[in-house]
């Protein structure tokens, strides 16, 4: 069936560059998402990338998708304090009917 | 235009009783799906209406039930709440569902004693 693994945990220094990975498993994908998530919060869309494009560019926000190894990446440059949350990456495949697949989500913890 | 709005915000009730979520989309989106959020399963998608419809249903018992109204409005309803119930449910609205970006509301954080 769908799958979505993300690692657990990124810790990174306040003007660093963060990259948070994700895999996912079904090649029918159409559209891949990332989500933030802050504490006691809903989810937030920071950016999605259409599955024919290798890369979209969003302000400090740089998605990269590879197809063929099924590897979806978000890198946040500058990272600030205010970044620090929880990310999700999420697939919606082809006729999901509003099902999107997440992962367990990335916690990134940014250090002055 | 206003986000997608969810009542109550938090919610406290006891094994055996029913709750009822609400769930107000953006105006215009037709399509409104719901997600369970716990920290052992993650998100997992619980169903997603259309124009009225239950087009799409996760694997959750048949206690979890929802409708929506002819504005698109959605409410979820569980009767006979278990202890491991207690989670976030989250609301999320797009469009037309398929293919089409999902903005989430703030979430019910549902406790059950």
């Known amino acids: 069936g769908e799958d979505v693994e993300q690692s657990l945990f990124l810790s990174v220094r306040e003007g660093d560059s963060s990259v948070i990975n994700c895999t996912y498993t079904d090649s029918s994908s159409t559209y891949l998402y990332w989500y933030k998530q802050e504490p006691g919060a809903g989810l937030q869309l920071l950016t999605y990338i259409f599955s024919n494009m290798d890369m979209k560019q969003d302000q400090r926000l740089t998605v990269l998708l590879n197809k063929k190894d099924k590897h979806l990446s978000l890198r946040i440059a500058d990272t600030q304090t205010g970044d620090s949350a929880i990310y999700f990456c999420?697939?919606?495949?082809?006729?999901?009917?509003?099902?999107?697949?997440f992962g367990k989500g990335t916690k990134l913890s940014v250090k002055p | 235009k206003a986000g997608v709005t969810q009542t109550p915000r938090y919610l406290i009730k006891t094994r055996g009783q029913q709750v009822t979520l609400s769930c107000s989309p953006i105006s215009g989106h037709r399509s409104v799906s719901w997600y369970q959020q716990t920290p052992g399963q993650g998100l997992q998608f619980l169903f997603e209406?259309?124009?009225?419809?239950?087009?799409n249903k996760g694997n959750f018992p048949g206690r979890f039930s929802g409708r929506q109204f002819s504005n698109s409005r959605s409410e979820m309803n569980v009767s006979t709440l278990e202890l491991g119930d207690s989670a976030l449910y989250l609301c999320a609205s797009s469009m037309s569902g398929s293919g089409d970006t999902q903005y989430f509301g703030p979430g019910t954080r549902l406790t059950v004693l």
């Open positions: 209406y259309f124009s009225e419809t239950q087009r």
């Open positions: 999420a697939e919606d495949y082809g006729g999901s009917q509003g099902n999107l697949i």
